[in-house]
């Protein structure tokens, strides 16, 4: 039902192929653009049981995408400024903490930090309002849905370890950490669970979750949103 509806959509089919080289991810979409005859979704294998899910929730981003009129659609990308400021505060965390690293791996580390937050804010808001769409649409994948976000919510709070505290710039560690504990306190309040926003009142990062949470239920669901989402987000953490 999901892909006839990106079919629909989009006037294209999705291709679905299994892909072992995903690393952390589940599954993955590439957008058909140009000549291309077809939308692609790779998932991981070990996705098992949760795959149906995993599939339909890329696909929710493309259907989106399109429920936007084409001349205010958008990407995230990384600015002059922004790759100009993440070379200062990683170079002068690096200094705090005494750690001398080669130019090259220091490169590394800054596309890291900030294509990894980009990603995170285009991703964890906007997967918040498909993740509710799954939720209300398709109830009979929620078995699916739940095992695939537990293993999220797990992923998620590796980040609150020393080691990346120790090699991530005080303002990536709370931008990151912020946004996972919205992502926590979204599914604690969806299935009442408070054990899972623990951590990040622990951690002290509660209070960063809660307002962006706030944000999500106060700016409108719709795809027209999107953006006003994102940005809102981005300016909280």
């Not at 039902?1 to 979409?29: C, F, W, Y």
């Not at 958008?74 to 600015?79: R, V």
């Not at 498909?130 to 980040?159: C, F, G, H």
Request: with cysteine.
């Amino acid at each position: 039902d999901v892909l006839k509806s990106v079919e629909e959509a989009t006037g294209r089919p999705v291709i679905v192929q299994p892909n072992d080289s995903l690393g952390t991810l589940l599954a993955k979409i590439t957008i058909a653009r140009g000549s291309a005859p077809a939308h692609v979704v790779a998932y991981k294998p070990s996705a098992g049981a949760s795959a149906d899910f995993v599939i339909c929730f890329q696909c929710g981003f493309l259907l989106r995408m399109f429920q936007i009129p084409q001349p205010d659609r958008f990407a995230l990308a990384g600015s002059v400024r922004g790759r100009q400021e993440i070379e200062k505060v990683l170079a002068d965390h690096l200094k705090k903490q005494g750690m001398s690293l080669n130019k090259q791996v220091q490169a590394g580390l800054q596309e890291q930090f900030l294509g990894g937050i980009l990603q995170q804010l285009r991703s964890m808001p906007i997967g918040l309002r498909v993740d509710a769409w799954i939720r209300q649409t398709y109830p009979s994948l929620e078995e699916q849905q739940k095992k695939a976000i537990i293993q999220q919510l797990n992923d998620n709070a590796m980040s609150l370890g020393p080691q990346v505290r120790q090699i991530a710039p005080a303002s990536v560690f709370r931008a990151n950490v912020g946004m996972n504990a919205a992502f926590a306190l979204f599914w604690s309040r969806t299935w009442s669970d408070p054990l899972l926003a623990v951590p990040y009142k622990a951690s002290g990062h509660f209070t960063t979750g809660e307002e962006l949470l706030r944000k999500w239920d106060e700016i409108p669901s719709d795809p027209a949103n999107d953006r006003k989402l994102i940005e809102s987000w981005a300016s909280h953490v």
